[in-house]
């Protein structure tokens, strides 16, 4: 069974400061992988979606970088600000491409 | 872009009553949307696929007879919690993809039961 790992759990930044986000998973017949951002008692946003054929994808500040032949993911978000403050999910889809599997996420605190 | 409607955004119930959760497809057809659930300080699990015109498939330690997907058309799929319980207190979220396009979730429900 897909196992998804985000590391850190929580992580607290001044503002302005540049931070990568982790996420591991287990199984790397992927179909494709997903971040979304989840505001406290909210849905989701969709940021990045990559193609498990994909290495990275861009928007504005974030970049996520793909590498499935390791099971790893990472989020880098430039300058960030206090609105960036968040739980950042990464979630993997499998092979036929519509179920998810989440990781446990990363709480993120930006300080102004 | 894709836009996923789910209602009502919190209910609070009391126990032994049924709750309805509706999501729906705005701007285009699904014919499979997935129903999530995330207990408080934990990751979203997958409950159930929810197929247009068929049963649902049910994951692994999800009742069935205790939540109930129907979908009934290409834009809208129900989930309804039946005799809720306080242990059924969660963030249940629906979500619809678009093939390789992505997948839009819901803005979730919360639900309280009491």
């Known amino acids: 069974k897909q196992e998804v790992t985000q590391i850190p759990a929580a992580l607290s930044v001044p503002e302005g400061e540049n931070l990568v986000l982790n996420c591991s998973f287990t199984?790397?017949?992927?179909?494709?992988l997903q971040w979304f951002r989840q505001d406290p008692g909210k849905g989701l946003t969709s940021l990045l979606l990559?193609?498990?054929?994909?290495r990275e994808q861009t928007s504005g500040r974030l970049n996520a970088s793909l590498d499935k032949s390791s099971g790893r993911s990472t989020l880098y978000i430039a300058a960030s600000q206090p609105g960036d403050s968040a739980t950042y999910l990464c979630?993997?889809?499998?092979?036929?491409?519509?179920?998810?599997?989440f990781g446990t996420g990363t709480s993120l605190t930006v300080i102004p | 872009g894709a836009v996923v409607s789910q209602h009502p955004s919190w209910v609070i119930c009391k126990s032994g009553t049924s709750v309805k959760i509706e999501c729906r497809s705005l701007?285009?057809?699904?014919?499979?949307m997935f129903w999530y659930r995330q207990f408080p300080k934990q990751s979203l699990m997958l409950m159930a696929t929810?197929?247009?015109?068929?049963?649902?498939?049910?994951e692994q330690g999800v009742e069935k007879d205790k939540f109930l997907i129907n979908h009934a058309s290409l834009t809208l799929s129900t989930l309804t919690v039946t005799s809720a319980h306080p242990e059924d207190s969660s963030f249940y979220i629906c979500?619809?993809?678009?093939?390789?396009?992505?997948?839009?979730f819901g803005s979730g429900t919360r639900l309280t039961v009491v």
């Open positions: 199984d790397s017949a992927i179909y494709n």
């Open positions: 979500s619809a993809g678009q093939g390789t396009r992505g997948y839009t």
């Open positions: 979630a993997v889809s499998r092979t036929t491409g519509n179920q998810f599997y």
């Open positions: 990559i193609q498990s054929s994909q």
């Open positions: 701007d285009f057809q699904a014919t499979t």
């Open positions: 929810s197929n247009e015109g068929s049963k649902a498939t049910y």
